[in-house]
């Protein structure tokens, strides 16, 4: 119980100071101190929906959300967490379901973390050379041009329904299997391949996330019956309170320096999941209750 | 939580009708109980002591035998797959008690010989636990090792025969350590007098487990209405997050 608050605290700390979900870090957690993977996930996803929740009051009083978007991304998301959760029940009833979840978590979590670590290491040498180039303030991307097209007035686009759809769609499979919401990879690639306004396309996904993230767990909780509410509550419980310390620590810390932190934590979970998977395992053997159909 | 009543009584008839009883007549000579017939979950729940007593008259051996609600288990064996070990081969045991546990007041092998253990399943190498599919006992043995193994790990399987204690001539005690991650349901008690090799006489008793509270509240909603379960998960998530977000601003 108290390793559980101190757990909420921890990565609510860490996602107050960093601006991220945590729940790419609170289910390989979880998963470590011997919950079942299964219930992790489906239990994760419920935090998440709450943790949503409270960050989208804000963004929604700033005018950060983009209904209209968030709606279309939802229409994905609903499709993919209802396949997600399909695909999670079938690759439990097959023994595969810890396999996938933890092949999951080490390519996201390499990719990302690496990922972030390159970007922040080079903004840390970029700020100590005087600024060269700027960026354009509008650009084209290749999915911009696909049919049903659609005008998104807050987030200044005229773009096709297909790309936010399919965003959505992977977002929702990612939060059925995963027990995330996804917002590591939404906003990146919201910003990147979309090309949304950075503010508008992190309360648009926390905005999206919030259903993905209920979807999930109805679904976990009809098919799986794997959500436990009671240890969702009190990972919440600690990660207001450690959120709130997170963002006083973070307001007075340099941003490429805090990116480059979590970077690498990030890739130190991944990595010790990927040595998990290769390494003899002591007890070849495990057990688990039978699932039929 | 349905009671497994009608479960128990069939384990009773086949445990009964396979005992080689002695002199059927000598009745009465064994009696035998449990401290309590029920065990509550609450919320502080860490396990529970069970003390199994009773009396015998004469000079017999008194072996007792404790077992939880059987389930069906997968044990998956992972082997290395393109350098990562992969579940690859599973065995389907179904009936695996989820608890067994056996005291004896005196070690097994001087009150008989090992065919009548053998013979009631008593010790864990000789319970009854056989896979769904038709395979040898070569490819079994391990899975089924395993699958002890773990629960024996959880305290949920007692290799080591507990100790029956006499107080006295007649009367007599043990306890049995019950653990956290016990499952619920009903648990089923048999006392055996065994006298020159043979059992003389049974009895049998039960107890249940059951969470209680608010615990027990939860974990039949979840199973019972998963749709209701569900949505109050929701609910409750999205409430909670409200809640958190309205005291983040004021703080």
Sequence with gaps: MFLLLGMGAGVGFLSGMFGVGGGFLMTPLLIFIGVPPAVAVASEANQV??????????????????????????????????????LFRYLREIGQVELVISISYVIFLTVVGGLMT??????IIRNRRPLTARRRLHRHYWAHGWPLRL????????????????????VGILAAIMGVGGGFFLIPAMIYLLGMPTAIAVGTSLFQIIFVTSISTFLHAMTNQTVDVLLALTLLAGAVIGAQLGTRVGAELRGEQLRALLGALVVVVGAKLGVDLVVTPDEPFSIGPLIEH | MKTQLPLLLAIVGIVLSDVPLKDAHAADQLTGDVSSRLIAITSNYTGAELILFGSRIGEGDVVAVVRG??????????????????????????EVPGFYAVAAS?????????????????????LKLDPREDVTDVKVYPYR????????????????????????????????ELPAYAPVGGYFVMFYLIEGGEVVETRNTFFFINKTGLERAVFDFAINEPAAYGLLAVAIAVFAGWLAGVMFRRA
């Excluded at chain 1, 499709?79 to 959760?85: H, L």
């Excluded at chain 1, 007035?153 to 759809?165: D, E, N, R, T």
């Excluded at chain 2, 001087?110 to 000789?126: D, H, N, R, V």
């Excluded at chain 2, 790990?153 to 005690?173: A, E, H």
């Design chain 1, 118 to 123: 390159i970007e922040s290491v080079r903004a």
């Design chain 2, 69 to 94: 609600p059987t389930q069906s288990d997968v044990v998956r064996r992972k082997t290395r797959f393109a350098g990562i070990w992969v579940n690859t081969e599973a065995l389907i045991f179904d």
């Design chain 1, 49 to 86: 929906a709450a943790a949503s929740v409270s960050g989208v009051i804000a963004h929604w009083r700033r005018g950060n959300v983009d209904f209209k978007m968030g709606f279309v991304m939802l229409l994905g998301g609903s499709a993919g967490s209802a396949i997600g959760v399909l």
């Design chain 2, 145 to 176: 090792e395993a699958l002890i193994n773990n629960k024996e790990k959880g305290g949920l399987y007692l290799r080591q025969v507990g100790k029956i204690n006499f107080i006295g001539n007649t009367l007599f005690r043990t306890s049995v």
């Design chain 2, 106 to 126: 005196r070690p097994l092998p001087e009150i008989a010989k090992q065919a009548l253990w053998s013979q009631l399943q008593i010790g864990a190498e000789y």
């Design chain 1, 151 to 170: 005008r998104f007035q807050k987030s200044k686009l005229y773009i096709s329904a297909i790309p936010p759809f399919g965003l959505g769609l992977i």
